[in-house]
């Protein structure tokens, strides 16, 4: 983006990042260790969140000439906020580099190609809970049509990239038609399922045993209609006004004082929906209903451990097979949402299996959203280093909480041949099979 005038891409930092907000950074370096793109380009200083804050600063006090080089360092972060619960300032790094994609956006001259890109993804797909099911539905006709058999038979995916390739090899399976068949217990609370995009569409199977669980463990489950994406996708990629647009769908969609939790099962989608008192702080009609909605915002695992599934799982009999278990961090759901313990709690709990650690759990898988399709580079790099830790414990089953992650580490394993030994499962599919 070197063909922009430092003049505008200054103004538009001045009008969009916020200056109180970067000068909460000190300096001190505490994110350094927890930042994978500094891990990974040989500690970078540019490629820290400490080194981008100041980046971000410069541009804004015009200290600093624009170019290509400071473009790339901000697309190049993940957007995990692993640096956030590593910062002793409390700064608000999700946001600043949320508003920096804003400013950019705002000024830099589009592709044709990144035009159509955009208005396909931003306008249609993830604006319309339709056109993303019609999307799926022809996914759905490829799979099960025989089209896949014969696309793979004669090689045509080879025409492709390589990460088109293993994205195709890694589609879930079309969802089952099959009917609820566990046991209500009597309700305890009542929740407002928040289905979202991707999860209520490839992820059908997921989101039905999502229901079914809530169900079992007392909870009587709506499911709001006209609820679209969350926006988390329209957010990180520098288009807040479009993702406030479905904040506000979702906010007309449910009724935020006939429940007691509004529930998730996708760590992004969480605590993107966690947030949806700041991004609408301004709003002058919705900022009270945000914050209420934000209030009630759980997901599955919490909500499950409150509801007694730990001691529900401790009771069940142990069968004579094992499994070692591990699990991957969903970045959001533990750096945003600070939820670490729940899912473990859960793993922990199943007699058959054993949980182990998986070290640097608490570090991006590379997924973030489409960071992997975006920079395959950087995500392959780190993704491969995921995959020696995971080799390292010799898990069998790779548990995740978001299905960017569940993706990621689907397409791990593809890579390094694991796929006759080693599986990776939603929370919820896992514990399905332990309690249905």
Request: with cysteine; glycine share 6%.
């Given at each position: 983006?070197?063909s922009?005038?430092?003049?505008?891409?200054?103004?538009a930092?001045?009008?969009?990042?916020?200056?109180?907000?970067?000068?909460?950074?000190?300096?001190?370096?505490?994110?350094?260790?927890?930042?994978?793109?500094y891990?990974?380009?040989?500690?970078d200083?540019t490629?820290s969140p400490?080194g981008?804050?100041?980046?971000?600063?410069?541009?804004?006090?015009?200290?600093?000439?624009w170019?290509?080089?400071?473009?790339?360092?901000f697309?190049?972060?993940?957007?995990?906020?692993?640096?956030e619960?590593?910062?002793?300032?409390?700064?608000?790094?999700?946001?600043?580099?949320?508003?920096?994609?804003?400013?950019?956006?705002?000024?830099?001259?589009?592709?044709l190609?990144?035009?159509?890109?955009?208005?396909?993804?931003?306008?249609?797909?993830?604006?319309d809970q339709?056109?993303?099911?019609?999307?799926?539905?022809?996914?759905?006709?490829?799979?099960?049509?025989?089209?896949?058999?014969?696309?793979?038979?004669?090689?045509?995916?080879?025409?492709?990239?390589?990460?088109?390739?293993?994205?195709?090899?890694?589609?879930?399976?079309?969802a089952?038609?099959?009917?609820?068949?566990?046991?209500?217990?009597?309700?305890?609370?009542?929740?407002?399922?928040?289905a979202?995009?991707?999860?209520?569409?490839?992820?059908?199977?997921?989101?039905?045993?999502?229901i079914?669980?809530?169900e079992?463990?007392?909870?009587?489950?709506?499911?709001?209609?006209?609820?679209?994406?969350?926006?988390?996708?329209?957010?990180?990629?520098?288009?807040l006004?479009?993702?406030?647009?479905?904040?506000?769908?979702?906010?007309?969609?449910?009724?935020?004082?006939?429940?007691?939790?509004?529930?998730?099962?996708?760590?992004?989608?969480?605590?993107?929906?966690?947030?949806?008192?700041?991004?609408?702080?301004?709003?002058?009609?919705?900022?009270t209903?945000?914050?209420?909605?934000?209030?009630?915002q759980?997901?599955?695992?919490?909500?499950?451990?409150?509801l007694?599934?730990?001691?529900?799982?401790?009771?069940?009999?142990?069968?004579a097979?094992?499994?070692?278990?591990?699990?991957?961090?969903?970045?959001?759901l533990?750096?945003?949402?600070?939820?670490?313990?729940?899912?473990r709690?859960?793993?922990?709990?199943?007699?058959?299996?054993?949980?182990?650690?998986l070290?640097?759990?608490?570090?991006?898988?590379?997924?973030a959203?489409?960071?992997?399709?975006?920079?395959?580079?950087?995500?392959?790099?780190?993704?491969?280093?995921?995959?020696?830790?995971?080799?390292g414990?010799?898990?069998?089953?790779?548990i995740?909480?978001?299905?960017?992650?569940?993706?990621?580490?689907?397409?791990?394993?593809?890579?390094?041949?694991?796929?006759?030994?080693?599986?990776?499962?939603?929370?919820?599919?896992?514990?399905?099979e332990?309690v249905?």
């Amino acid at each position: 983006m070197a063909s922009v005038q430092t003049a505008d891409i200054r103004q538009a930092f001045v009008t969009h990042v916020d200056d109180n907000r970067l000068m909460d950074c000190m300096r001190c370096g505490f994110c350094l260790p927890a930042c994978p793109t500094y891990i990974h380009s040989d500690q970078d200083e540019t490629q820290s969140p400490r080194g981008r804050i100041a980046l971000m600063k410069a541009v804004r006090d015009g200290t600093i000439a624009w170019d290509g080089s400071i473009e790339e360092a901000f697309d190049l972060c993940l957007g995990c906020r692993a640096c956030e619960p590593a910062c002793p300032a409390g700064v608000q790094y999700g946001i600043l580099i949320e508003e920096t994609r804003e400013a950019i956006q705002s000024v830099k001259k589009q592709s044709l190609k990144e035009r159509i890109v955009r208005k396909g993804a931003f306008e249609h797909l993830f604006a319309d809970q339709r056109k993303m099911k019609t999307a799926v539905n022809l996914v759905t006709f490829y799979q099960k049509s025989g089209l896949q058999k014969v696309v793979r038979k004669i090689g045509f995916l080879e025409l492709f990239p390589p990460f088109m390739k293993e994205m195709e090899q890694i589609l879930p399976e079309p969802a089952k038609r099959s009917r609820p068949s566990m046991d209500k217990a009597q309700v305890q609370v009542k929740v407002a399922f928040f289905a979202g995009c991707l999860m209520d569409t490839l992820f059908q199977e997921t989101n039905r045993r999502t229901i079914e669980l809530l169900e079992k463990f007392g909870c009587e489950v709506v499911i709001p209609k006209g609820q679209q994406c969350c926006g988390a996708l329209h957010g990180h990629s520098g288009e807040l006004d479009k993702a406030r647009r479905n904040a506000r769908s979702n906010l007309a969609a449910f009724d935020v004082v006939g429940v007691d939790f509004i529930v998730n099962n996708a760590g992004g989608c969480g605590a993107f929906l966690a947030e949806y008192d700041q991004l609408l702080e301004q709003d002058p009609v919705l900022a009270t209903k945000a914050q209420q909605f934000t209030a009630k915002q759980i997901d599955i695992s919490s909500l499950l451990v409150k509801l007694g599934a730990v001691a529900y799982l401790e009771s069940l009999p142990a069968t004579a097979s094992t499994e070692l278990v591990t699990y991957q961090d969903s970045c959001h759901l533990r750096n945003v949402n600070g939820v670490k313990e729940p899912p473990r709690d859960i793993l922990k709990a199943v007699k058959d299996c054993t949980f182990v650690e998986l070290p640097g759990a608490d570090l991006c898988c590379g997924s973030a959203g489409i960071y992997n399709v975006l920079q395959p580079e950087m995500a392959s790099r780190i993704l491969a280093s995921k995959m020696m830790e995971v080799k390292g414990v010799q898990a069998s089953t790779i548990i995740t909480t978001n299905p960017g992650c569940l993706l990621q580490m689907k397409v791990g394993i593809e890579r390094e041949g694991l796929s006759a030994t080693t599986r990776a499962l939603h929370l919820v599919d896992f514990m399905y099979e332990k309690v249905r």
